[in-house]
């Protein structure tokens, strides 16, 4: 393991050149061959008993909308699997590195995107799968990406109530919030 000099990328950081480094490194990424079958945690987490049986409308909208999409997510793809801004590094303003791969897998690129939006709004994902797709020919589609977004709140929200975790209230807001909740 190599330590990456620089600093982590801040939030709200819409700066066209980032992007397009960030898209071009997700195709790179993307394009490396996976050793195996897809087993992204998209599929568990709406599988999942907890989910399934939780009556709160925003969970049974966010799993009627991955219900209807879930045979379009069959790409298998190397992920990092925890794109955020934490794990995005940064020198002098530009894109340096992905680090924090303990959490990387295999499965359709649409999953990739599900956290950076929260860090660069609605516009930067935009912009980034604009140049994503353009660069990588592939055809994402910002309403799966939403959708899986909404799955991924429900997750995180019901593990921290399994946990009586103490942040479970800001996964509450943020729900709430949606599609208009970024963290802060």
Not at 55 to 79: G, H, M, P, Q, S
Request: one cysteine or more; glycine letters at 4%; hydrophobic letters at 40%.
């Amino acid at each position: 393991m190599d330590w990456v000099d620089g600093e982590t990328m801040p939030k709200w950081f819409p700066d066209d050149q980032f992007i397009t480094d960030l898209a071009e490194a997700l195709v790179y990424v993307h394009d490396l061959q996976p050793n195996g079958r897809p087993d992204t945690n998209m599929f568990k987490i709406a599988d999942s008993t907890d989910m399934r049986f939780q009556k709160n409308w925003f969970t049974c909208e966010a799993l009627a909308e991955f219900d209807k999409i879930r045979n379009d997510l069959t790409d298998c793809v190397v992920l990092h699997g925890d794109l955020w801004n934490e794990n995005i590094i940064i020198e002098n303003g530009k894109f340096k590195a992905l680090i924090d791969w303990e959490h990387s897998q295999m499965g359709d690129p649409h999953w990739e995107f599900r956290m950076i939006r929260r860090f660069i709004g609605w516009d930067g994902l935009d912009k980034l799968l604009f140049r994503y797709n353009d660069a990588s020919g592939r055809m994402l589609k910002l309403s799966h990406i939403k959708s899986l977004d909404k799955l991924a709140l429900c997750h995180q929200f019901n593990f921290r109530v399994k946990r009586n975790d103490s942040k479970q209230h800001l996964f509450l807001k943020y729900i709430k919030k949606w599609p208009e909740c970024l963290y802060g």
